[in-house]
């Protein structure tokens, strides 16, 4: 079974400042980790991806994430926070042994402060 | 390239009647699924088709079905409505449908079934 957890409900930032969302997941083989981004009233938006190799991954619009395999985490994380950032941000998790579908955690709304 | 598509946007139905939504995914994707998103439950599979089959369904009553067609637009139906199905409604394509491909979703259907 795969299981992706996102701790906080709220994150809350001011512009300028870095930001991190964080995430940790369960599966039984390797991993395949995404973020997806949801603004008000939209689908979801990918922002990055990890499926092997460095440890660092760069996505959209500045966002990156650091994949941690002993923690079981893969948190993401920006520099410098900019108020347009404001919305709602998934994790989802694909056993890379298992079922092609993916689970996502229940999302991490976060707020930038101008 | 045209992103997905999903149609109708929003709908108001009555409970005990059905309804059928619509999603064209991107041009060469042939992995289309379809999730349902409220804010209690956040996002949950529904299921995924690939090649016009069925290749995984989610936790679902039988009263939700779906179908995709050879040009892989995809259908999903629900059947006598009840409250608790209002939800968004999100399609998301993928170009081969394996599991370390990212998604890529619709802006939803909003249903509202009173």
């Known amino acids: 079974a795969q299981s992706v957890a996102q701790p906080e409900d709220q994150v809350n930032v001011a512009e300028g400042n870095p930001l991190t969302v964080k995430c940790t997941y369960s599966v039984s083989g390797n991993p395949y980790l995404f973020w997806y981004v949801q603004y008000p009233n939209r689908g979801l938006q990918f922002l990055l991806k990890?499926?092997?190799?460095?440890?660092l991954v760069k996505g959209s619009y500045g966002f990156e994430a650091e994949f941690n395999k002993s923690q079981t985490s893969f948190h993401l994380k920006k520099p410098s926070a900019l108020v347009s950032d404001s919305a709602l941000y998934f994790c989802?998790?694909?056993?890379?042994?298992?079922?092609?579908?993916?689970?996502f955690g229940r999302g991490t709304s976060l707020i930038v402060h101008p | 390239k045209a992103g997905v598509t999903q149609t109708p946007r929003y709908l108001i139905k009555t409970r005990g009647q059905q309804v059928t939504l619509s999603c064209s995914p991107i041009?060469?994707?042939?992995?289309v699924s379809w999730y349902q998103q409220t804010p209690g439950q956040g996002l949950q599979f529904l299921f995924e088709?690939?090649?016009?089959?069925?290749?995984n369904k989610g936790n679902f009553p039988g009263r939700f079905s779906g179908r995709q067609f050879s040009n892989s637009r995809s259908e999903m139906n629900v059947s006598t409505l009840e409250l608790g199905d209002s939800a968004l409604y999100l399609c998301a394509s993928s170009s081969a449908g394996e599991g370390y491909n990212e998604q890529f979703f619709g802006p939803g259907t909003r249903l509202t079934v009173l």
């Open positions: 088709y690939f090649s016009e089959t069925q290749r």
């Open positions: 990890y499926i092997t190799g460095d440890n």
């Open positions: 041009s060469g994707h042939r992995s």
């Open positions: 989802a998790v694909r056993d890379s042994g298992g079922s092609y579908i993916p689970t």
